[in-house]
């Protein structure tokens, strides 16, 4: 019994080989793109946490108002608790090409030994190694935000004129995350240029790695003991940073962006593995007398079940060996994509042996448990049931007052269910991708809502009020000054991930700001300790006193409200309130609203604003457009959303061809249905308009399905990303296009798909449709 039936299998891929290419085609698809996040999740987790580590990171850095010399830095390395010391200095400045092109962000970091770095490393891309005297490196991924890197660049510290600097060359710095994302550039001098620039030439960064430490709690207690030693012999430690333990900056995107890979890279495996039993369902609709014959000679339902199990198994078999290729090329162009967008060294690009071995099971495994419901319902008819089979089925009397369309499609509840599973399935997912996109998109729209400005300069000094300027319509003098929840600052070496300041709202409140609230309420003016935080209260609560320290002084706050911030992490708190804690009346935070109508007008207005505030001894510290802090924004969530979008089409490729093979088994299953109705005088244009109505029925209820799951699918993506360290959370924002064009995709593509068959079928005579099956 076994050779014919084996003979009957290649009988049967040979009679059915376009159909059986269609399921090799939609399995290798999903199986490439599974393996290939796969292959990319293994090797860049493991490269981005080599790549960081192997930049030596501090666990924490202690500013000392006094500086750092060599004695103290001798005396600090000598500590048992202490791996590794080193001293540093970052200074916020601004650089920009030519005189008359506008400033941009740059964080400058001061060594005194190029060749004796011990932590934060960097190291020589191009150029001299050390810089010389009076010249700059900047981190390479900087070369394309500055537009060029040579041969000199107009830098300006806090304290310092603007002045030609030299660019000696570029360096990487795994530690920093992609200059070009953060839009401001990192550039690294020895000490002799600090003093040049206009700043005293004292480092006053003491970087510490610990010794037996294994969380963030852990570096809190060793650096706090540390700070404490050091007061002790009179050095002043104005604060204390500490950022996650030994991890990438952009760590919580990267983790996000894999996430959303995985979990659709794995639906899409399911998908496809859907068209498969679609597809193997209309094989074996097909065979229903044939299984029957085989039965009546002695072939058992088991038998008969390992037959077509062993023949989904090939197919799978087939489907891995050419998904790895494609796997293979496909994962080492993510990589090195997301290498760069990461700016990490890739040490390793081996993938490991674990990921074809998981890819191979999963492609023979996952589609065979898929495929075993229709397989075991196809194998377990009796022979009386399978020449008994005439392909029509009736509608019971319940559903006689659906439309003709849908009762049609109901008679059979089996074969509608599994297209409307594959459907439901397909449409679902790709309305969740494109709605995800939306809402990740929609994250930097966040910004504007809020804010009523288009300006933001921060200055180093305090002044006593707004320089008038043409060109603004509105301006409020607000006070900010760097500050630490409790008495550590969560920031990187750059300051700019993690980092909080304490603002203090103008005397008679804002109208520019108006945040989101999330809980409890805005400030009143009689709040003179109330706070209400930003995107640095997710662990607070309404109520709760909790510690703020401003310039090394612990000052004690009330929690009354929680505000959504995007794009900074600040804690509000009245005129009153901030002179408390600080002692400053003064104006550090200008928030401007503008009549520009373009970048260049803006960028106008800001150079006459800096002239009158440097004509009053200000220096600005940064000026950040709102539309530059959208695209700093939108840039971080790119690698996210271009995940979204690469899985929104597969996605709608392997739909797509569920979607021909689902509607070409209705047909296939119905041909003796076609020749009864033939006989009591249907004609073929009858026929086909009944079959491409029912096709478009099921479309549409699929569609309704789909339109309906792709809400709280979304909203769960959403929650998942959002937990899995993202930089803000996403709103629901629904993809309206992608909402009304797949339904009308699905409608019109089952229609379609249904009309080639339904016509050979319908032009069919009665003998040879009776003979079909």
Not at 238 to 251: A, C, D, S, W, Y
Not at 305 to 313: D, E, I, K, N
Not at 438 to 466: F, G, H, P, Q, T
Not at 615 to 620: D, E, F, N, W
């Amino acid at each position: 019994m076994a050779r014919p039936r084996w003979r009957k299998l290649v009988g049967d891929l040979r009679a059915a080989w376009g159909r059986v290419l269609v399921m090799q085609i939609a399995i290798a698809i999903a199986l490439a793109g599974v393996g290939t996040v796969l292959a990319a999740r293994a090797v860049l987790g493991r490269e981005i946490v080599a790549s960081y580590r192997a930049t030596a990171p501090a666990d924490a850095t202690l500013e000392l108002a006094d500086g750092v010399d060599a004695e103290l830095l001798a005396a600090v390395r000598a500590r048992p608790e202490v791996a590794a010391a080193d001293r540093r200095q970052m200074i916020r400045a601004r650089i920009k090409a030519q005189t008359d092109a506008p400033w941009q962000m740059l964080v400058l970091f001061v060594a005194d030994d190029f060749n004796a770095l011990t932590l934060n490393t960097f190291r020589p891309d191009t150029g001299a190694w050390p810089p010389p005297r009076g010249s700059i490196l900047v981190e390479r991924t900087a070369v394309a935000l500055m537009g060029r890197t040579g041969p000199t660049m107009i830098v300006q510290t806090p304290h310092g004129a603007p002045m030609p600097i030299a660019i000696a060359g570029t360096v990487h710095d795994a530690g920093q995350a992609p200059n070009w994302q953060e839009h401001r550039g990192c550039a690294y001098a020895t000490i002799d240029t600090l003093g040049l620039l206009g700043e005293k030439p004292v480092l006053h960064d003491l970087l510490v790695q610990f010794r037996d430490v294994n969380s963030v709690a852990d570096v809190d207690a060793q650096a706090r003991a540390l700070a404490s030693w050091l007061r002790e012999r009179g050095h002043d430690v104005h604060e204390i940073r500490v950022p996650k333990l030994r991890q990438h900056p952009h760590q919580g995107l990267m983790n996000a962006s894999q996430l959303v890979l995985l979990m659709f890279t794995i639906l899409l495996l399911v998908l496809a593995a859907i068209v498969l039993a679609t597809i193997l369902a209309t094989i074996l609709a097909r065979q229903t007398r044939e299984i029957g014959v085989m039965k009546a000679v002695g072939a058992s339902t088991r038998q008969l079940a390992a037959l077509y199990g062993a023949f989904v198994v090939g197919l799978g078999a087939i489907a891995v060996a050419v998904a790895v290729p494609l796997a293979y090329f496909a994962a080492h162009a993510m990589i090195d994509k997301i290498a760069f967008m990461m700016n990490i060294t890739l040490a390793d690009s081996v993938i490991p042996v674990r990921v074809y071995v998981t890819l191979a099971l999963l492609g023979m495994l996952v589609p065979l448990a898929i495929a075993a419901i229709p397989i075991l319902r196809a194998t377990r008819v009796t022979v009386r049931e399978s020449f008994a089979s005439h392909g029509a089925a009736f509608a019971r009397p319940a559903l006689a007052r659906l439309p003709v369309p849908l009762r049609n499609a109901l008679r059979r509840p089996g074969r509608l269910a599994l297209t409307i599973a594959l459907l439901v399935i397909g449409g679902s997912l790709v309305l969740t991708a494109s709605n995800l996109q939306r809402s990740l998109m929609a994250i930097s729209s966040k910004i504007e809502v809020a804010r009523s400005y288009d300006l933001e300069v921060r200055l180093d000094e305090s002044i006593d009020a707004v320089p008038h300027v043409a060109g603004v319509r509105a301006a409020e003098a607000w006070s900010a000054m760097d500050a630490a929840r409790g008495d550590i600052v969560r920031t990187y070496p750059d300051g700019g991930h993690g980092s909080f300041t304490l603002a203090g709202l103008p005397p008679g409140g804002t109208t520019l700001v108006q945040f989101p609230l999330k809980a409890g309420r805005w400030l009143v003016p009689g709040d003179v300790d109330g706070v209400v935080l930003g995107s640095h209260g997710r662990t607070a609560q309404i109520g709760e006193r909790i510690t703020i320290a401003v310039a090394g002084k612990p000052t004690t706050w009330t929690v009354v409200g929680l505000v959504e911030e995007i794009g900074g992490g600040s804690a509000f708190v009245t005129h009153a309130g901030y002179v408390r804690a600080t002692g400053d009346t003064g104006t550090s935070l200008l928030r401007i609203a503008t009549a520009a109508r373009s970048d260049a007008e803006r960028a106008a207005i800001l150079a006459e604003l800096e002239t009158a505030l440097a004509a009053r001894g200000a220096a600005v510290r940064y000026a950040m457009p709102t539309p530059l802090l959208r695209s700093i924004i939108d840039d971080h969530v790119a690698l996210v959303v271009r995940a979204v979008i690469l899985m929104a089409a597969l996605l709608a490729l392997v739909g797509l061809i569920g979607l021909g093979s689902a509607m070409a088994i209705n047909v296939a299953e119905r041909t003796r249905e076609i020749a009864i109705m033939k006989t009591i005088g249907a004609s073929d244009r009858r026929l086909v308009s009944i079959i491409i109505g029912e096709a478009a029925a099921v479309g549409a209820l699929a569609a309704v399905i789909a339109i309906t799951l792709s809400v709280p699918l979304t909203l769960a993506v959403i929650a998942k990303i959002s937990a899995n360290g993202f930089l803000a959370n996403p709103p629901l924002t629904l993809s309206y296009g992608a909402l009304v064009v797949w339904p009308l995709i699905l409608i019109a593509g089952a229609a379609l798909a249904s009309l080639l068959p339904a016509r050979r079928a319908a032009r069919l005579t009665v003998a040879s449709a009776i003979a079909e099956i």
